[in-house]
């Protein structure tokens, strides 16, 4: 049985106020929502103060550098995020895709660095419209998949992945739970053909894409979606604890 994930990605929003809002919210929600993880991924800088707050929650760092350290002005490492005691990264969120060109390869050097750190990576894979509308979904993330793992070995390390669909991120309109699931039983699939039904049956996989407190439960309910990753629903304190909640049924 796989245990649910909420995670709330502020992207480049919020402030010291409302980290320590969201820390004081979510600690005394725990209780409520003990059969979900639900995992913060505020901005790097306030990172450090919510991982310091975290009693019933756990943090993602949004992004993090393939190298060890050095000159790599504006970055973060692995060993940085175990120094705080992060749990979580996002890897391959479409935005760090499309505006920081960050490729399928990149991607991969992040997977294998987060592993090897004994951090949980939450890679993030979806099509665009356009894709979509041309019967590519289903490669498109499933190279995606394929690419990301080359250098992980997924029988003994747990990632988590979120299917994103671009064209519902940010823009309200969300997939349908029967789009969604169906693309979730796929990446599935893709597990247990290239890995094994082990490790398809134990990595978590989320929906991200204008998950709100009125979609969330029925996306939740869907057999193959173990949670979502939330953005803009995840600022509200009580959308994120109602989207939090609707995972814990
Ligand atoms: P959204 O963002 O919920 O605002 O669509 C999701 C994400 O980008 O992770």
Known sequence: MRKSMVAGNWKMNGSS???????????????TVSSVDVVLCPPA????????????YACAAQNVHFAGSGAFTGEISVAMLNDIKCKYVL??????????????????KKMAVCVAASLVPILCIGETL???????AFAVVKRQVLAALEDIDLKTNDIVIAYEPIWAIGTGETAT???????????RSVLEAEISLEVAERTRILYGGSVSALTASELFSQPDIDGGLVGGASLKVEDFKIICSAAAN
Not at 17 to 31: D, I, L, T, V, Y
Not at 45 to 56: E, F, N, R, W
Not at 130 to 136: H, I, K, L, S, T
């Open 17 to 31: 106020a409302f980290a320590a809002q969201m820390s004081e919210q979510f600690n005394q929600h725990a209780p």
């Open 91 to 108: 890897v391959g969120h479409s935005e760090r895709r499309e505006m920081f060109a960050e490729t399928d390869a990149i991607i991969a």
């Open 45 to 56: 800088i306030y990172l450090s103060q919510v991982q310091g707050d975290a009693q019933g």
């Open 130 to 136: 356009v894709q979509r509308n041309n019967g590519e």
């Open 177 to 187: 739970p029967e789009q969604a699931q169906e693309i979730h039983a796929y990446i």
